[in-house]
T-cell receptor, first 118, second 110 residues
């Protein structure tokens, strides 16, 4: 149980285009999802917290108009990188926190999406 | 947020135990101690967490100091698959956001 998937696993896009990344909780309902970014040889950096049915909360320094987050259902959150530029190339990872009756409070991470902007 | 301090790297031989220390001297009474690990080119994986008492699960054991200012993650028999970056993170409440530090890179030698 507690599987989180991401799609696509990797994507290459041209500068100026937009890219959408999906994050799904496959076997549980995720009231809260988180989006992280990780540059090579660095640690994960939290970008935003996504709550089902409400606006995302962005971390300081993260442009909300550039990184659009939609958490329309209890199993799906999407991150859209708008007008992508080469400096947006990174490894994007989502995680989900869910309740399934066992008081679990750990987070479960997706496998990540590698974005390369040319 | 309370900070954690971990060694940059550790080496271990296969089949031997690995003890990963984490210092968190500014921990507050409601902070949970979480451990995650990240294998190369993958998302992090939950390992274990605790509050005050030592914890065991199928992956590892977590030993928490009596004053809670430090903890140790114990991998009882390291395998090559355990080579990863291990992160010790303090979490204020159930499911709250995680702040990742540098972690400890574990190398397992055959």
């Amino acid at each position: 149980g507690a599987v989180v998937s991401q799609h696509p696993s990797w994507v290459i896009c041209k500068s100026g285009t937009s890219v959408k990344i999906e994050c799904r909780s496959l076997d549980f309902q995720a009231t809260t999802m988180f989006w992280y970014r990780q540059f090579p040889k660095q640690s994960l950096m939290l970008m935003a917290t996504s709550n089902e049915g409400s606006k995302a909360t962005y971390e300081q320094g993260v442009e909300k108009d550039k990184f659009l987050i939609n958490h329309a259902s209890l199993t799906l959150s999407t991150l859209t990188v708008t007008s992508a530029h080469p400096e947006d190339s990174s490894f994007y990872i989502c995680s989900a926190r869910g309740y399934w009756g066992q008081g679990a409070d750990e987070q479960y991470f997706g496998p990540g999406t590698r974005l390369t902007v040319t | 947020d309370a900070k954690t301090t971990q060694p940059n790297s550790m080496e271990s031989n296969e089949e031997e135990p690995v003890h990963l220390p984490c210092n968190h001297s500014t921990i507050s009474g409601t902070d949970y101690i979480h451990w995650y690990r990240q294998l190369p080119s993958q998302g992090p994986e939950y390992v274990i967490h605790g509050l005050t008492s030592n914890v065991n699960n199928r992956m590892a054991s977590l030993a928490i100091a009596e004053d809670r200012k430090s903890s140790t993650l114990i991998l009882h028999r390291a395998t090559l698959r355990d080579a990863a970056v291990y992160y010790c993170i303090l979490v204020k409440a159930a499911g709250n956001k995680l702040t990742f530090g540098g972690g400890t890179r574990v190398l397992v030698k055959p």
